[in-house]
């Protein structure tokens, strides 16, 4: 039996899915995927704690679903909207690492990311600002909450 969707909007759903499927690109959705997942959305999506508990629990029984990435991508079209979903994306695959040796996005994620850039259709500097930006994110150790409320100011307005 397949999850009730969570109680989100449709927009909220669309950029879920589209961070979803680029989770499972290599086949695996890592502990450290979900982890960013559900931290970031419960962090835009909820308003208070008690209801980022209660999303977080709904989005852990939905990421289980590997769903195909055109769909959603199709209905996302503001350029806020695509440069959000190509950050979350961006900094989930660079999760995704099991071994302290191997890189930090794998072939198949690589793979997905390119297919999402040219999805998406952005500007290659808009697509190398966003990642240079979630690159600063990384190195500067800023905690989940920290994203979350630059990615907040993305959906605002």
Do not use: C
């Amino acid at each position: 039996m397949e999850p009730l969707p969570p109680s989100i909007t449709p927009y909220q759903m669309d950029i879920l899915r589209v961070v979803t499927a680029m989770a499972w690109s290599d086949g695996e959705l890592e502990p450290d995927e979900i982890t960013v997942m559900l931290e970031q959305f419960a962090q835009l999506f909820a308003p208070d704690a008690d209801k980022r508990r209660s999303l977080i629990q709904e989005l852990r029984e939905y990421l289980d679903q590997n769903l195909p990435l055109e769909h959603s991508l199709s209905r996302l079209r503001r350029d806020e909207d695509r440069h959000l979903v190509l950050k979350l994306s961006y900094q989930v695959i660079q999760a995704s690492r099991r071994k302290p040796d191997e890189p930090a996005i794998n072939l198949d994620e690589a793979a997905a990311y390119q297919k999402l850039v040219k999805l998406l259709d952005l500007s290659a500097t808009d697509v190398a600002a966003i990642e240079a930006a979630s690159n600063s994110l990384a190195t500067k150790n800023l905690s989940i909450s920290d994203v979350a409320a630059q990615l907040q100011s993305l959906t605002s307005g």
